[in-house]
């Protein structure tokens, strides 16, 4: 420091041509690691760089880059009765604040406690502040300070964040002023705060991730006594079978007896003598080209309904007659048209949608102004399952809607503008969140009219509505024209960030939480048409009872050895199934008896979060794949056993959850210690691998279906004690372990084979909030090495020959991948067959593929 002062600016000068301000701010980093910090050290660092950062016209830069600036300010907070200290740590804001990109956090800095912020409010700042931003916008016409004027509007948010600021904020016609300003103004207000947080998670550290490397190490343990495990041999009579006589499929079942004080009874007595119709068609005028088939169906009868013969794993009479054994808590009594008439792909690309620019800019400016001109909003609840008897009016222009059927979620409407309406999802059953799947019926349209739809409860941060994708819509009238396939529909679409606060609870006890819109508008092409809008492709309990029917009564009984059996019964009493897939034993020879009952398993789970409908369809393929008479898949199924749970939370799926089940918690993180009684499904699927376990059997892979919302393609999550150790900031000792790659090996050659899977967007890190989910607990508990979560999105492709395509007909590449790894692993001779078929996927029969 002597020498910096007595040298004056040139020796300073000299000091930042040698790159010394770099180093002084990599010591303050390193400085501010110590707990608590040395304060000598810190006094005199912060000296040295308020004596050479004049000297340096990059000096902000550099201290953005280095992370730095928070160090100051933390301390400035920190010491405020320490003038030693505070002194230097000023001298340095002021040094940063030249730089005209801080003056942002030099604004903000005096708001960060709500202390500050009832200052502000009690002496009238606010209108200050309102007065300071309008002369900035006026006189900055080029806007070179346009950071100065975010800065005074970040102001304004942290003044906001309290009652009396809102109040204040009200009072001084805030809202009117920023309107009025510019659209470039509200976008800077509103477009900060529904991305800031997400930006700012992307910045911070990650501490999620495990660092304890005795916990990373995987051990293999059962959990459970021998003798009480020996329950699950009943699910294992292959490895007993002699087969000498015809086997028969048996439907075995556990059942806990303890009742459950948690969930509400929801017994068979609420079901028996129960009926299941389907609703009225609702359309009055058809269409001149479809007069012909028509004319028959007077307004307001019954229609006569015949589905085409084009879906050989669908039967409508078979799907009524399981839905009337299906239990749901609200005893739903009725069936949607697209499960019961079934849906295949749409014989057309459809491309990701481009969002046009300034989208998001009007729809908030939209929203604000039904904040200021209240007297133009209709405000009539339309539909409201929380008041059965309330009756919708009678009238011609306005949308009818329900969800009262098996996986619906619509929880009320209200009509904001004539063609306007704002809709309100339900919570995950005995919980107060996860708002996000959507199933509903929309019916009284009328054609060339844009309807604007507003799902204004969601609650994730962002979505790939900002990215391309588009809500799902199914015809009634269509599908009577032999066109049955849900199409990607709506324009103007967007996710954002909206006014209306979460409560605490709701919010798991954080504050000032909002929620999201999801925002569409649809031109429908029929008049008073019967149309159902959804999330994603819906996949019903009752639809993968249907087609795990079908495939059983399809198959042949003398190659191929399936099996369903009833693995448990749920909170509600629905059956969760369990499937064996395998080879029958060329004959009943021991030496060929001894090869069936030593092949290898491989266990497959899926759809344990109910919203992730894409895992269910990727279970179907896989399902269909393995049962078909396709040559690997025969060589497939003479190599391996296939146990597989395709349904992990059937209530969930039933009654329209979005992740939970009927106890109010996300199972899949509830491997670690499940509860008989609250998660049957989990704990008995985790008995089967702890006795796969302890009569050696391990699986050779395991791998658990999932759907994601915010990425794009297909990728995989697995587990690595390196790779985790690498992300944190453990000893290199530590580093010193060793691992068989062989984890990678399955992703490496998907991303080398498929066009749909993405290594980039794949992880291998144990993450401290993932430690009891199904992929690390049968890692490290039950010893699998090979154990994957397998994430599908739920938009489409940025990358590879499905490039800006939706994946709606992907078929069954992402399950043709998982057998070549198996193959070629394992050097199976079936891979040189699979290799050769790896471009005929139109004959694999996979024509509902879905990912």
Known sequence: IELVSVGGGRKASALVSKGGTQILLQLLLSASKDSPPNEELMVQLHSLLAKIGPKDKKFGVKARICGTLNISLNLVKQSLQNHRLILPCLQVLRVYSTNCKYCKAFFCLFFLYKTNARRAVDRGYVHVLLTSYV?????DSRHRHMLIRKGILQCIKSVTNIKLGRKAFIDANGMKILYNTSQVSLISFFAMIAHEDFFCVLLLWNDDIETDINKLKPRQELGRPIEELKMYEQFFPELSDNFKKESKTSLTSLTCNKPCQHVSSCGSVLFEGRSVQLGKLCFTGVDPEEEDDSSSHSSGEQVILEVPDILPLHDPDLYIEIVKNTKSVPEYSEVAYPDYFGHIPPPFKEPILERPYGVQRTKISQDIERLIHQNDIIDRVMYDLDNPSYSVPEEGEIL???????SGNLRKVIQIRKNEYDLILNSDINSNHYHQWFYFEVSGMRPGIGYRFNVINCEKSNSQFNYGMQPLM???????????????????ICYYKNHFARSSIAAGGQKGK????????????????????????PYTYSTLR??????????????????????C??????????????????SNYFEHICQFRNRPY????????????????VMKGTLEYLMSNNPTSQSLRESYIFKIVPMLNPDGVINGNHRCSLSGEDL?????????????????????????????????VYCDYHGHSRKKNVFMYGCSIKETVWHTNVSAASCDLIEDLGYRTLPKILSQIAPTFSMSSCSFVVEKSKESTARVVVWREIGVQRSYTMESTLCGCDQGKYKVKKLDKVKAYVWIEFTIYIDITFQNPACLLLKKSIHCSNNFGLKNFRV
Not at 135 to 139: F, G, L, N, S, T
Not at 474 to 492: H, I, K
């Open 135 to 139: 002369d900035w916008h006026r006189h």
């Open 514 to 537: 909002s929620y999201y819109t999801i925002t569409f508008t649809v031109n429908f092409p029929h008049k008073d048409d019967v149309c159902y809008f959804a999330y994603h492709y």
């Open 546 to 567: 249907m087609h795990l029917q079908k495939l059983e009564s399809m198959h042949n009984p003398q190659q191929i050895y399936f099996r369903q059996d009833t693995l």
């Open 668 to 700: 899949n993180r509830q491997w670690q210690n499940p509860n008989p009684d609250l998660h049957p499904t989990i704990y008995h699927s985790k008995g089967l691998l702890q006795y796969l376990a302890a009569i050696k059997r391990l699986p050779l």
């Open 569 to 586: 019964e749920t909170l509600s009493g629905n059956s969760c199934p369990l499937v064996t897939i395998t080879a029958m034993p060329e």
């Open 400 to 406: 009818k809607f329900n969800s009262k059927f098996e």
């Open 602 to 617: 491989i266990f497959l789970t899926a759809r344990v979060h109910p919203g992730e409908t894409n895992a269910s369809w």
């Open 474 to 492: 199914y015809s009634v009238q269509e599908a009577l024209n032999s066109r049955p396939w849900w199409t990607r529909v709506g324009t103007d």
